[in-house]
């Protein structure tokens, strides 16, 4: 015990210097005064509990002369200091709302450069909104035209107008808190004499993009000290737009309302799990972390899924031991506080108390008794810390498995059948999986998107910086279990930028999200954002760069020095080169006018609100009745939309219109859903797809058993042609059951007939 409490005291006085040394042994009760020894593993938990305490103490209670003393070694007066730190926050945060706004401006002149949109009438904007950003803009004009909110609010989780022989909750089930949000503020400000509705609400998202911007730089800027890097971090964003969000193809999707304040609650956790953060800064902090989350799980409904892999990154950050405890668990309390909030206020949202979050929480709840007492450098602790961590896993699973069997719930069961078949774990012919399967979005990542990030320089720098990082923090994790505990400040000339818990998280985060869009190509846009924000961190930290140079162990220059000018030079050079590059191709898509014209639909929405009763029941693909519900507000059979399972077995129903089966049989579909005109449209009947089996008609063919592989050979086997085809020919049955309307070169609009014999 003598022989291990030497060296231990070497460190103290020796290691941390005389000043820091004195009030760390009173703190601890000075053990080595009073004859007590505990291992350096429990003293450094100990200073993890207690060090939420102590920032409210020792940061907020420092005495000036200390501060003095400490300046007047730079030879600065305080006042000086205190106006160097004013100018730095002043243009730092002004640097970064002007990034936000300009990135907002940014993407409302590409947008009407790409839509001529102030030039169009109201019908060809509304046709600009496609698939399933058609629905959830249709459901905003219906609040806005209802006699008043409550009223139209009503209207909506009573919904019967939408789609036929069904009532909807559409609130719920859409998750229009955005729509509701966007209709109070446009009313309540009184917008209706100075803006149009569409301009409003693209407007808002626009701005929530540039939020979503601003909080990245911020991120960016409170890991590395400088606002250079969230300056690169903006950079890289734009630059790589195609790859961070979806904005270009679907303005009124959910992410796009949702991931902005998730940006920000990352920005507000980046800060809170900071070291030495003064009292009123940890409490800001705190409430930004709450509000933001709670926020966007209501925006969301998968947003659940991005928190449980937000808490597992904060579950390993701890089991390392390499943050406070404390705070770690106040998040987990912001997510259990946050899904029985939105449980309550999204009509009992089942599938949240079956969110793998919330058993994970639950878990983690259950088990922080025993954490505290497992933190002991001994190697039965460490075995107990195994079991520990074991324990949480297990209860977790098992307490979901319960929910599960308990809870009824209904929503995402594609989800974990879609996984089964991605993973290959089961197969099917089920029309809706492999359309799934299909999907450019849930493929694997193509060559082309790893391409266009080594272009712009962000993935190389990204993996420098995740490797850097991560042989520190294996560094850290082995030195604890060595028994060295963390210093309470890392300062620059340490190069251990693996002991910052913030480092940790993003770490640990942008690990877990890589690996999800490793397998996913959609979840790009959820990984990419963030490898912006971790490489632009990296290239302009000293801190990172000082650890390189501390294995490299420089000697010819001085290795502090060499970080300073490396952390300013390298962005500067990252910077430039950008500039050069890729700002006249900005300016290019600013300065190019392109054409959206879609005159085929432009004439059906006309046709169906001049000729169609208003009583009529449309039938055709999913994303053609999302535009006619917004343009015509006629009622349709289907929508775009794949959380529920009978609206998914309603498309796949539809669908058949181009599949191999018999009129009859087609007619008896399409009366079962009341609809009253079908819709074909030639481009997905006459289709010739990039990838053979992926279209729609093959896809049905393999459904229906009309399909048979044998060695790579397709065999058809039906009596009956595509029905899509047939329909065109107006012979028999197909016009006894069937009567044109309408067509032109995209669409055919058949009438379906109410008076039908049926001979055997």
């Known amino acids: 015990m003598r022989e291990h409490s030497r060296p231990r005291g070497r460190r103290e006085a020796g290691g941390a210097g005389g000043a820091d040394a004195s009030p760390r042994r009173e703190r601890r009760g000075d053990p080595a005064a009073g004859g007590e020894h505990r291992p350096a ?112 609010v009503y209207e909506l989780t009573h919904n019967n107008r939408t789609v036929s022989l069904k009532t909807i909750n559409a609130v719920q089930q859409m998750t229009l808190y955005p729509e509701l949000i966007a209709s109070v503020l446009y009313q309540a400000s009184g917008s209706e004499e100075v803006i149009e509705p569409v301009y409003f609400y693209i407007g808002i998202v626009f701005g929530l993009q540039g939020i979503y911007v601003t909080a990245l730089f911020v991120t960016s800027w409170v890991m590395s000290g400088t606002w250079l890097a969230g300056m690169l971090t ?56 709450n509000a933001s989350t709670y926020t966007f799980m209501m925006m969301w409904e998968y947003s659940h899924y991005l928190l449980f892999v937000q808490a597992v990154s904060l579950f390993l950050l701890d089991s390392f031991a390499l943050a406070q405890t404390e705070k770690v668990y106040e998040v987990y309390r912001i997510y259990l506080f946050s899904v029985i909030v939105g449980y309550l206020l999204q009509f009992e949202n089942s599938a949240l108390l079956v969110s793998p979050l919330l058993s994970l929480v639950v878990a983690l709840m259950l088990s922080k008794s025993l954490q505290m007492n497992m933190k002991k450098s001994t190697f039965v602790s460490r075995l107990l810390k195994i079991m520990y961590t074991y324990l949480v896993l297990t209860v977790a699973v098992t307490l979901n498995f319960l929910l599960k069997m308990l809870v009824p719930h209904k929503e995402n069961e594609h989800l974990l059948k879609f996984i089964e078949v991605k993973l290959g774990l089961n197969t099917t ?22 391409l266009r990030l080594t272009q712009s320089s962000l993935l190389p720098f990204y993996i420098l910086v995740l490797i850097i990082c991560l042989f520190s923090v294996t560094q850290v994790i082995f030195r604890r279990i060595c028994g060295e505990p963390l210093k309470e400040t890392v300062k620059l000339e340490d190069g251990r930028i693996g002991e910052r818990p913030e480092i940790v998280y993003h770490v640990i985060h942008t690990i877990l999200l890589g690996c999800l869009a490793m397998c996913l190509e959609g979840m790009k846009y959820l990984w990419t954002p963030y490898v912006c924000m971790l490489a632009a961190f990296g290239v302009c930290s000293p801190e990172l760069w000082m650890t390189l140079f501390k294995w ?29 590059e890729f700002f006249p191709r900005i300016m290019t898509e600013l300065t190019e006018l392109q054409e959206f014209y879609d005159p085929d639909t432009v004439e059906l929405m006309t046709w169906i609100k001049r000729q169609a009763p208003v009583a009529a ?88 058993g009309h399909v048979v592989c044998e060695e790579g050979d397709n065999y058809a086997y039906s009596k009956y042609g595509r029905f899509c085809h047939e329909i065109k020919m107006n012979y028999s049955p197909y016009v006894n059951y069937f009567t044109r309307v309408y067509w032109n070169r995209s669409y055919f609009v058949y009438r379906i007939n109410t008076v039908i014999s049926f001979q055997s």
């Open 41 to 152: 593993m429990e003293e450094g938990a100990a200073d993890l509990r207690q060090r939420k305490k102590q920032n409210c103490t020792e940061s907020d209670k420092m005495a000036p002369e200390e501060r003095n003393k400490e300046n007047s070694k730079l030879g600065r007066s305080p006042k000086y200091m205190l106006i160097q730190r004013f100018a730095k926050l002043f243009f730092g945060c002004l640097a970064a709302v002007t990034s936000g706004m300009m990135y907002a401006v940014y993407l409302s002149t590409y947008h009407e450069r790409k839509f001529w949109f102030s030039s169009r009438q109201e019908l060809e904007r509304e046709i600009t909104f496609q698939g399933d950003s058609a629905i959830y803009y249709s459901f905003y004009k219906e609040l806005l035209k209802a006699p008043s909110f409550e009223r139209g």
């Open 617 to 704: 029941v449309f039938a055709g693909s999913p994303q053609l009745m999302g535009v006619i519900k917004l343009c015509t507000g006629w009622t349709v059979s289907s929508l775009p939309l794949y959380n529920d399972d009978d609206l998914l077995k309603r498309n796949e129903n539809i669908y058949q219109i181009y599949s191999k089966r018999s009129a009859e049989d087609i007619y008896k579909i399409l009366t079962s859903y009341k609809a009253n005109f079908l819709v074909i449209e030639d481009s997905i009947c006459n289709e010739v797809g990039p990838v053979r089996g992926c279209r729609i008609k093959d896809l049905l063919d393999i459904a229906n």
């Open 552 to 580: 490299l162990r420089l000697k010819a220059v001085h290795p502090i020095l060499l970080a300073l000018i490396l952390s300013m030079a390298v962005p500067t050079i990252i910077g430039f080169s950008l500039w050069k």
């Open 234 to 289: 903006v950079a890289w964003f734009i630059i790589n737009r195609t790859d961070t969000t979806r904005i270009d193809y679907s303005i009124p999707s959910r992410e796009n309302w949702a991931l902005p304040y998730f940006a920000c609650q990352v920005a507000a956790l980046t800060g809170y799990l900071k070291k030495n953060l003064n009292c009123s800064a940890e409490k800001f902090c705190y409430l930004l972390v």
């Open 429 to 450: 012919k089920n029309f809706t999986m492999n359309w799934l399967l299909c999907q450019e979005s849930l493929q694997a990542p193509s060559q082309d998107f790893f």
